[in-house]
């Protein structure tokens, strides 16, 4: 069911993906999306809040579940994806593309895996 | 129990879960699908056209014997010697201190013999209470459960999908079609020539059919369905689909709503407790729990179960507590955000005094109070 993670990513444990872009997106990997079933509400942290790697940054909520969203890097957040937060199925319908949930300007980053250790995870 | 240590048992279905692509999740000891490919689409086809879903995991259990109808009403709090050959009702089992063991329904297949359908979780429990209450009494009780095979069709289009199915054929004799069979009855049917049960129930909010087959037809039976509904909108639909739907229709789920603290008066069901029953000598039957369940219908109680409509974005779930004015005085037992409404919806328990359509309260999401309504369930009632 699930595919391959894009190799020009990089994961958490917690199933975010951030790209090596400046300012570098964020979103969930579609194991994630998966796990939760359609997802019907996301809370997104604000333009211009700081973040930190391992914090929590936001809630992703499905009809059978919530998940906290952490943060893998430290920094402060550029812009959020107003698309999702409207109309959360795309991050079920495409988690790694249109689906993305927030830029942030990255000052530092947590513990973060390549696409090969964190299909191992998997 | 089930024995957490065994593998999930898998329903006669599996293969074809696994050839639509299912999500199979281990449930209450069993292998079973989750989704098929959305929670909401397949919600949103129940409320919309019909959904087909594997029930195979419902324990089945037989009640035969000339002493079977007042062995139910002594082991159950229903009146189930009342109920007619080919009716259904909605009943509880008690223990004695008047907490609910499980929430059933008891089809009356003839004069003496009766089919208990249990929640899978509870399923064992079920059946040795019942064993053990029938010593003495001239009925046998046995675990039909592993040859029964349980597929629900649900939804707006659920008669229109039964009536086109190839194979079905009901007695003429009897009188009754689906069309004219009433909610809470069932007909005997045969499908391809196999003996079977065709029920009006089902745990939805909509309408819809139930059909009880032995497990080596439930294949035949499933793939019929599918093909014959798709014209019809119908999709395979999950666990998933069914506690959201169940939710919305205000239908209690044992392990949340019900459990052996609860009684039925405390979860709004007081009304399946049957205290004036009668037995043919006359006198009250002495069901289990009668004592303490006749004390507690004279007396208000300490909490009351109710609807909660979420007046924000965020859901309350299992667990988390109801506050007054900042307080903890209640407990959420389900919820969601209601795919349907579009706002989240959850049952409670809370004080009688709180308990008023209108009153205004909060839910403890995650350490963030939310505000949330005290409103009548169910949340959703279909168009008729």
């Avoid at chain 1, 943060?71 to 795309?90: F, H, I, K, M, R």
């Avoid at chain 2, 599996?14 to 999500?23: D, F, I, K, N, V």
């Amino acid at each position: 069911m699930t595919s391959t993670p894009p190799a020009d990513l990089k994961y958490t444990a917690e199933h975010e993906w951030l790209s090596s872009s400046d300012p570098a997106t964020v979103g969930i990997t579609d194991v994630a999306a998966d796990a939760l079933g359609d997802v019907v509400y996301l809370e997104l942290p604000a333009v211009g809040a700081k973040v930190v790697a391992g914090a929590v940054v936001g809630e992703i909520e499905s009809t059978k579940s919530v998940s906290e969203l952490y943060s893998p890097v430290t920094g402060v957040v550029v812009e959020v994806n107003q698309a999702a937060v409207d109309d959360p199925a795309l991050v079920n319908a495409d988690p790694f593309g249109a689906g993305w949930l927030f830029t942030v300007q990255v000052e530092s980053t947590g513990a973060l895996l390549d696409a090969e250790q964190y299909a191992a995870l998997s | 129990m089930t024995d957490a240590t065994t593998d999930p048992r898998p329903t006669p279905l599996r293969a074809a879960h696994e050839a639509l692509g299912a999500t199979l999740v281990p449930f209450a000891g069993w292998l079973m699908p989750l989704r098929y490919t959305s929670d909401l689409a397949e919600h949103s086809a129940v409320r919309t056209a019909a959904g087909l879903f594997d029930l195979s995991h419902m324990g089945e259990i037989g009640v035969r014997g000339p002493g079977a109808a007042g062995f139910l009403d002594l082991a159950l709090v229903g009146n189930l010697s009342a109920l007619r050959t080919n009716g259904a009702r909605y009943t509880m089992i008690c223990a004695a201190d008047g907490g609910v063991i499980d929430d059933l329904i008891v089809y009356r297949v003839d004069e003496a013999e009766y089919m208990v359908v249990a929640n899978a979780s509870n399923h064992e429990a079920v059946l040795a209470e019942l064993a053990a209450r029938a010593t003495g009494l001239e009925v046998t009780i046995s675990d039909d459960s592993p040859a029964t095979a349980l597929v629900a069709v649900q939804g707006p289009r659920a008669l229109e999908i039964v009536e086109a199915l190839p194979g079905l054929v009901v007695d003429p004799a009897l009188g009754v079609t689906p069309a004219t069979l009433k909610y809470y009855a069932f007909l005997p049917v045969t499908v391809d020539g196999t003996a079977g049960m065709l029920a009006r129930t089902g745990y939805t909010g909509e309408d819809g059919f139930e059909f009880f087959v032995p497990a080596p037809v439930a294949p035949a039976l499933w793939a019929a369905l599918l093909t014959t509904g798709e014209p019809f909108g119908l999709v395979p639909a999950g666990l998933a689909a069914r506690d959201s739907l169940r939710l919305e229709a205000g239908m209690p789920l044992y392990g949340h709503e019900l459990d052996a603290t609860t009684t039925p008066y405390d979860a709004g069901l007081g009304r399946v407790v049957k205290l004036d029953k009668i037995g043919a000598d006359g006198a009250a039957i002495p069901f289990v729990g009668r004592e303490p369940l006749a004390a507690r219908a004279q007396q208000p109680g300490t909490r009351t179960l109710v609807g909660l409509e979420g007046l924000g974005r965020r859901a309350a779930r299992d667990g988390y507590a109801v506050l007054a004015d900042g307080t903890p005085v209640g407990v959420v037992t389900s919820g969601m955000p209601s795919p349907t409404l579009g706002h989240p919806i959850a049952m409670a328990y809370v004080p009688p005094e709180l308990s008023e359509p209108g009153t205004e309260l909060a839910v403890d999401v995650r350490g963030r109070a939310e505000p949330v309504r005290v409103v009548a369930l169910p949340f959703y009632r279909r168009a008729r």
